[in-house]
Structure formats: structure tokens, C-alpha cells
């Protein structure tokens, strides 16, 4: 019976290698190695060393607000958290 969704001939789908477009963006494992060593030589900023002071007394909540204040957005303060 040719109906539904099966019906017709079967292909395999032909799966292409996806555009530089799509991969802005994307952590590769080269600026994952840049990142950390700059974080090694450079340390942590004055904001961040206090953030993670907060996280250490378990000031979950005054952390992310005092984080929120300094990098201007509630995603951007979650992830430094």
C-alpha cells in the first residue's frame, strides 16, 4: 500500500559536512587551549575573584546578582557562575 509515511522508494539521506556559517561560535579544542592559558598567565579579575569568594560561603544568590551587576545580563552572569 503506497501511503503514509513510508511509502515510495527508500534513500539513505545524503548528509553534507556542515558550512563555516554554522560553526561561529562553536568551542574548538585550539581556543579552548588559548582560553586556558590566558586564565593561567593572566589570572582572574577583581569581579570574579569576589564572585567565587561569595560561591565559597555558599552565597549562591548575592553571587549571581553581584555577578548580573557587573557583566549587564542575567545569561551572561549565570554562566560566569
Known amino acids: ?6 511509502k515510495g522508494h527508500e534513500v539513505t ?3 553534507h559536512k556542515l558550512g563555516h556559517s ?3 561560535g562553536r ?3 585550539h581556543t579552548r587551549f588559548v582560553w586556558d592559558v590566558i586564565r ?3 589570572g582572574f579579575a ?5 564572585g567565587m569568594e561569595l ?3 555558599s ?4 553571587a549571581l546578582k553581584f555577578i548580573k551587576k557587573r557583566v549587564e545580563t542575567h545569561i551572561h552572569a549565570k554562566r560566569k557562575r
Do not use: F, I, P, W
Not at 500500500?1 to 513510508?6: D, Q, R, T
Open 40 to 42: 593561567e598567565v593572566c
Open 1 to 6: 500500500m503506497a501511503m503514509g509515511l513510508s
Open 55 to 57: 560561591l565559597r560561603v
Open 59 to 62: 552565597e549562591d544568590k548575592g
Open 46 to 50: 577583581l569581579y570574579e575573584q569576589y
Open 13 to 15: 539521506k545524503n548528509v
Open 27 to 29: 568551542l574548538t579544542q
Open 22 to 24: 554554522h560553526c561561529h
